[in-house]
């Protein structure tokens, strides 16, 4: 019963090639996000959903583009790779209900640009 | 603009020492604080958060944190830490409005030896 999952968990692929990272979300939330970790493990915000709709959009390249086709799918499609897109994507979900509720994360993916 | 600082890097600490990770913030209000947790090849775990009240809150795994507003810090306690514990702490804050989106800190790898 994975609350928030995403798929693949690891992907190398050459750059110049376009792949898409999916995320699934079974707790009922009705906002999810992308975040991205560096090979220094910092967590930057990408992208934030709410009930389908973009509300946050943190001065990402537009070759990355995000796609929720409901409430409990966030992907991630991204166009003509580039090595420095190497990193560590994590999907995540919240209730925002004005109380900060927490935001609960997948295991993350992998991404090598090679 | 609200920032987070975990001023260590690094933390080595025996089996069995208490341990003590530091966290300081920047925002206008009082924020919303969480410790999150991430073990090697993991997703991030929620260990704790503070919105309002007590400001002595426990978590999961035996961890505590203290929200301190004169000196605006939220650090992360365990008075017994286990080999188990090793990994890297992410504090992160939130605010009202937001729309649940996280700030982190740099991360604090702790290394547990025997």
């Known amino acids: 019963d994975t609350a928030v999952s995403q798929t693949p968990k690891y992907l190398v692929t050459q750059m110049g090639n376009d792949k898409s990272i999916k995320c699934e979300q079974n707790?009922?939330?009705?906002?999810m996000y992308w975040y991205k970790q560096d090979s220094k493990k910092f967590l930057k915000i990408m992208f934030s959903?709410?009930?389908?709709?973009?509300?946050i959009n943190e001065t990402v390249p537009n070759r990355f583009s995000p796609k929720s086709p409901d409430k409990a799918h966030l992907n991630l499609h991204i166009n003509s790779l580039e090595l420095g897109d190497s990193a560590v994507y994590f999907c995540?979900?919240?209730?925002?209900?004005?109380?900060?509720?927490?935001?609960?994360f997948g295991q993350g993916t992998r991404l090598t640009v090679v | 603009a609200q920032s987070v600082t975990q001023p260590d890097i690094h933390i080595t600490v025996s089996e069995g020492a208490s341990l003590e990770l530091r966290c300081n913030y920047s925002?206008?209000?009082?924020?919303?604080l969480f410790w999150y947790v991430q073990s090697p090849g993991q997703g991030l775990q929620l260990l704790l958060k503070?919105?309002?009240?007590?400001?002595l809150v426990q978590g999961i795994k035996g961890f505590e944190a203290e929200f301190k507003r004169s000196q605006s810090s939220f650090n992360l306690r365990k008075p017994s830490v286990h080999w188990s514990d090793a990994a890297e702490y992410f504090c992160?804050?939130?605010?009202?409005?937001?729309?649940?989106?996280?700030?982190f800190g740099a991360g604090t790898q702790v290394v547990v030896t025997p």
């Open positions: 995540a979900s919240s209730h925002v209900s004005g109380v900060g509720d927490e935001a609960f």
């Open positions: 707790l009922g939330h009705d906002t």
């Open positions: 959903y709410n009930n389908k709709e973009l509300i």
């Open positions: 925002y206008g209000a009082t924020p919303y």
């Open positions: 503070y919105f309002s009240g007590d400001t």
């Open positions: 992160a804050v939130g605010s009202p409005g937001s729309w649940g989106k996280l700030q």
